[in-house]
């Protein structure tokens, strides 16, 4: 049997790759990662984004579903889903458009604004003993750490330095070191559901000393919390592949790069913090979050829980280390997961709420979060009431004809103008290259400007009788829009199937804030402040927002941007046990509130589906 041969072209390359007999059943798709050549399948390889559209340019295609053969017709080269085909016994020419790459460096937002004050008090603490404290040493520890102390382990006469970490509410004693460390550091870290954050911190300062950030590796398997929990749900053997895929490919090597980039032994290494929503840290723990993904969805632990490094397998020694000069603080650090709230509202928002100083706050104020789910914490005097809402994967650009990811060539933000001439549109390029397709930040812009210059109904279809040659026909996706062009002149388009996914999904956040408030009859313009959480709130354009009716009925100045407070929360419960005290408390007082029992959600949903 002839060798098949696949030509692949980006803009910037060309190569050939051969193909092993015995793949004509895998998906295209499949055989390409196979050859090394991974594309974006963020839903996981189940045609339900167009993350791996690739141009047909010559050869035959076989679709798995109907068997339709599929080859380029004349000059026009098809472009389809390369994980919905099959090969047919000829060779291939593709084309890989850019945002169909993973080749792209993500944009992760690991800053953050921190609106309460800590005190010195880290979670992991090497304590001296004098040899008075020796006769009564759980007194003496316990007066140093001004808390109660677990039951101890021996401690032999002449010990003089011992290490007690925070297990909340009590202080354990881990055991005896040789001497007191110089530098003990701890790792925060923040699990998204698309992208990861890690900062490493000197626990006696605060001081950020590395970082690293990038995407969770388990966006391959599966592109938001449903799928990736359906996927344990119907295959057992999922639960540990998307272990491996945030611990092994993702954590360990963020952890290894930051750790090598700043010449840090890695047995400097005390503890670790963990923050991320409640799904998150069940595949981290090895937990099946199975059943999250039906009523009455109950996750198996909510709590505060501390792992070994080991047994997640965790490892961060790299081969050649230098040996530490400072004596090994542990050879298997705790991995602290922090309190979550319920299962769709987890640690990431427990964290935000005390880090943004919301917690503190008399109110009425919101914590909003804006991401694959919205999740909102409204605070009106001591009550704070809970929610989430499955806003779907349009703000990641997910399912949209040139969605993608915020990184480099993504457009990040759109104007525009109208002039005795038309329509002006300007466009903002992360990276200011040609662009490749557009993140959320711009589509939020493009539903106020679209309408506000009359190119959109309230609807969200684009107005009749408006002569504009960028409105055309766009393959079964509607009328789309060309905002810009790039490589090749390939036009970058927003379709009105667009338009109403961004709808669905500013609709649900929105009827989600309104019916928190509606709790106590409180209007938009009644809140204090509006703590706007993430890394997607850190890069919009806030008049834009309230004009795409995002955040129905608000004022710029109501809004505070606080970043990355899932992390914010994790970096300050390191340096801080009475933070971890706080996020448990808080985890315990939000009332959750179901939205899909609630008899006015759905009515509020519909009216803020229009624009």
């Given at each position: 049997m002839k060798q098949l041969t696949i030509t692949l072209s980006t803009s910037s390359t060309t190569q050939q790759i051969p193909l092993p007999n015995g793949l004509?059943?895998?998906?295209?798709?499949?055989?390409?990662?196979?050859?090394?050549?991974?594309?974006?399948?963020?839903?996981?390889?189940?045609?339900?984004?167009?993350?791996?559209?690739?141009?047909?340019?010559?050869?035959?295609?076989?679709?798995?579903?109907?068997?339709?053969?599929?080859?380029?017709?004349?000059?026009?080269?098809?472009?389809?889903?390369?994980?919905?085909?099959?090969?047919?016994?000829?060779?291939?020419?593709?084309?890989?458009?850019?945002r169909s790459l993973l080749a792209y460096e993500p944009q992760v937002v690991s800053n953050f604004k921190v609106n309460i004050s800590r005190s010195n008090n880290p979670i992991w603490q090497a304590l001296s003993l004098s040899p008075a404290d020796l006769a009564d040493p759980a007194s003496a520890l316990s007066a140093h750490l001004d808390a109660p102390v677990a039951p101890l382990p021996n401690l032999a006469p002449n010990t003089t330095t011992v290490a007690a970490e925070y297990t909340c509410p009590t202080w354990s004693i881990l055991g005896p070191l040789d001497h007191a460390p110089a530098n003990p550091l701890g790792v925060a870290i923040d699990i998204g559901t698309t992208t990861v954050a890690v900062l490493v911190v000197e626990l006696a300062t605060g001081k950020i000393v590395a970082s690293a950030t990038g995407f969770n590796r388990q966006m391959h398997l599966g592109d938001d919390v449903l799928t990736r929990i359906n996927l344990c749900t119907t295959d057992k053997q999922m639960l540990s592949r998307l272990q491996t895929a945030i611990v092994k490919d993702t954590i360990e090597r963020l952890l290894l790069k930051a750790l090598k980039e700043s010449s840090i032994a890695d047995d400097q290494i005390a503890c670790l913090n963990v923050a991320g929503n409640t799904t998150m840290l069940h595949l981290f723990a090895g937990v099946d979050p199975s059943p999250m993904g039906f009523s009455p969805f109950t996750a198996p632990f909510l709590e505060h829980r501390i792992l070994p490094s080991s047994k997640i397998h965790l490892k961060f020694s790299s081969p050649d280390a230098s040996t530490n000069t400072n004596?090994?603080?542990?050879?298997?650090?705790?991995?602290?997961l922090l309190p979550s709230a319920a299962a769709y509202v987890g640690a990431d928002i427990t964290a935000g709420v005390v880090s943004s100083g919301l917690v503190y706050d008399d109110g009425p104020s919101l914590f909003v979060d804006v991401g694959t789910n919205g999740e909102i914490v409204f605070k009106q005097g001591k009550k704070m009431w809970g929610t989430a809402t499955a806003a779907g994967p349009a703000f990641e650009g997910s399912r949209m004809a040139c969605g993608m990811r915020a990184g480099q060539g993504a457009v990040s933000h759109i104007k525009m103008t109208r002039t005795d001439s038309g329509l002006k549109v300007d466009v903002e390029v992360i990276g200011n290259v040609k662009p490749?397709?557009?993140?959320?930040?711009?589509?939020?812009?493009?539903?106020?400007?679209?309408?506000?210059?009359?190119?959109?109904?309230?609807?969200?279809?684009?107005?009749?009788?408006?002569?504009?040659?960028?409105?055309?026909?766009c393959r079964d996706l509607g009328q789309g829009f060309t905002i810009a062009h790039g490589h090749g002149h390939e036009p970058i388009?927003?379709?009105?199937?667009?338009?109403?996914?961004?709808?669905?999904?500013?609709?649900?956040?929105?009827?989600?804030?309104?019916?928190?408030?509606?709790?106590?009859?409180?209007?938009?313009?009644?809140?204090?402040?509006?703590?706007?959480?993430?890394?997607?709130?850190?890069?919009?354009?806030?008049?834009?927002?309230?004009?795409?009716?995002?955040?129905?009925?608000?004022?710029?100045?109501?809004?505070?941007?606080?970043?990355?407070?899932?992390?914010?929360?994790?970096?300050?419960?390191?340096?801080?046990?009475?933070?971890?005290d706080e996020i448990a408390r808080v985890a315990k007082e939000i009332e959750m509130v179901e939205l899909n029992l609630d008899p006015d959600f759905e009515d509020c949903y519909i009216d803020q589906l229009m624009l």
């Open positions: 004509a059943r895998l998906p295209l798709s499949e055989i390409l990662r196979r050859s090394s050549f991974s594309l974006n399948t963020r839903c996981g390889g189940r045609g339900l984004c167009d993350g791996c559209l690739v141009h047909l340019q010559s050869g035959t295609l076989r679709h798995r579903t109907t068997g339709q053969l599929i080859s380029p017709i004349r000059s026009e080269s098809p472009l389809i889903r390369a994980c919905e085909h099959t090969l047919a016994d000829t060779d291939l020419a593709l084309l890989v458009p850019a004596g090994i603080i542990s050879t298997d650090p705790a991995v602290h490749t397709g557009i993140c959320g930040s711009a589509y939020v812009d493009f539903l106020a400007q679209a309408r506000e210059s009359g190119l959109l109904s309230p609807s969200g279809r684009f107005q009749s009788g408006i002569a504009d040659d960028r409105i055309a026909p388009i927003i379709t009105e199937g667009d338009v109403a996914s961004l709808l669905q999904a500013k609709a649900a956040i929105a009827a989600g804030i309104l019916t928190l408030m509606r709790k106590v009859h409180a209007a938009p313009e009644s809140i204090k402040t509006l703590y706007l959480a993430g890394g997607f709130g850190m890069h919009l354009n806030i008049a834009n927002t309230i004009r795409s009716g995002l955040l129905p009925g608000f004022r710029a100045n109501q809004v505070q941007l606080v970043g990355n407070t899932s992390l914010a929360g994790a970096y300050l419960s390191l340096l801080d046990a009475g933070v971890l």
